[in-house]
């Protein structure tokens, strides 16, 4: 069948899977938006017909987490906001948030504007920024206060990690915290502990350790939980939501489960990163292969224990949305690090792989259902990030980001035949279930049974608003429920304090 570049669209007989039910009905797109939904529909008669039938139709996926063309220690990374948005909507991703991630000292509102100029002319689905602190001013302040007022940002992402370079210390993460919550914008947090990290590489070098295994050698799953912990207790303490991006470990993943059931407002990002079938990793011979793995924090090899424990607690809801991290390096710019793990340029992909490798893991293997992958890939970030009931439904007056999915059908990953720029693919050989049968975007047909029909810029710059419901609800009633407040008392008199203390405390 030919890619129809009709706008008026009908998607007949397939079974439309939402966050909350599935049910059988058509769906009829006009101009970008789903206008109708349901049975015996009356729709013009020059509609384009999709036949659905078997097929699952359900919101197209948002990648919370990627990382396109980013400047990272010394090289680029190599899918950019065409390539990688290209490759996001055959794997039924139909919106990616991308971090704007400058030098310490460099204005946010000047990178800010960098990253628009790259995203904008390339993009081949919508688009959303992060924008990550890595230095601490007044000047930052007022200009997170204009992204977020002016500029459709309400998420901040800050590491804890690379110290000298990306890390931010606790008073300074303190007074973020405080600013993100007076914007009702949201916390992102890259936990690690930066500091033990820095003395651990050292000691590895000591140690002759020079190859990728050293990068997760010094970083043991304690380095990262402790840092879940100590930016929940810091956020928490001022009511600022948070959320943990790529949580690759057990007590990490725990660390968040215990504070959501403390009640504090905290999120989860597990990253499809975690669920690659190899069990080597960087602790491959083949250097090349080893380093093609190298991500912060590492993914764990420990023979499927962590994956099975993280895709537990996303189908319990403990966890709450998916990313891939996608941050992709050809074997020569890898090559950076080739006598020393820490000069690798950190990154792997995903952003193609993601909704398979969760139908694959999630799905697939009986730990969550359609509707609960639908919320894990979709629903839930366009929550957290206030674009729904835009995006992440599949209902009437949201855009027609949707992705026709057969979740019978198998495919084997390769970067053979992968649509992403980058020479390298962790998941190589991983079959799974769950393929792309046709993506729309924008209400229009993208890809369809392994051919594309986009150009750059056919997606769009999506602003967000801040005070999203589904994460400030909680935190503004806090702000009255919680507060803090003076016991009053008489002013202390030294004359009558010790009569005032008897009467008062009768002793
Ligand atoms: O290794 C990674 N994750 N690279 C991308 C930057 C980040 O930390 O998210
Ligand atoms: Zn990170
Ligand atoms: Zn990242």
Redesign the pocket.
Known sequence: MSISLNTKLLIKGGKVVNDDQSFYADVYVEDGIIKQVGNNLTVPNDVHIIDATGKLVMPGGIDT?T?MQ?P?MGTIAVDDFYTGTRAALAGGTTMIID?V?DKKGVSLLEAYHKWRSWADPQVCCDYSLHVVITWWSDQVKEEMSSLVADHGVNSF?M?M??KDRLMLEDDELYQAYVHIRKTGALAQM?AENGAVIYYEQKRMHDLGILGPEGHELCRGPDVESEAVTRCIMIANIVNCPVYI??CMTIPSADAISRARREGKVVFGEPISASFTNDTERCWHKCWRHAAGH????PNRYDHGVTPEHLIKLLANGDLECTGS?N?SHNGAEKAAGKDDFSKIP???NGVEDRMSVFWEKGVASGWMDENRFVAVTSTNAAKVFNLYPRKGIIAVGSDADIVIWDPEATRTISAKTHHQAVDFNIFEGMVCHGVTVCTISRGKVVYQNGKFNVTPGHGKFIPRKPFAPYVYNRVLKRETSRKPIPVQREPYDATKALYICRLVCKH
């Open positions: 987490h990382h980013y990272c971090f991630l992402k590491f990690a690379y890259h991006v790529h190298i991500v912060g924090p991290d941050t950190n990154g792997v």
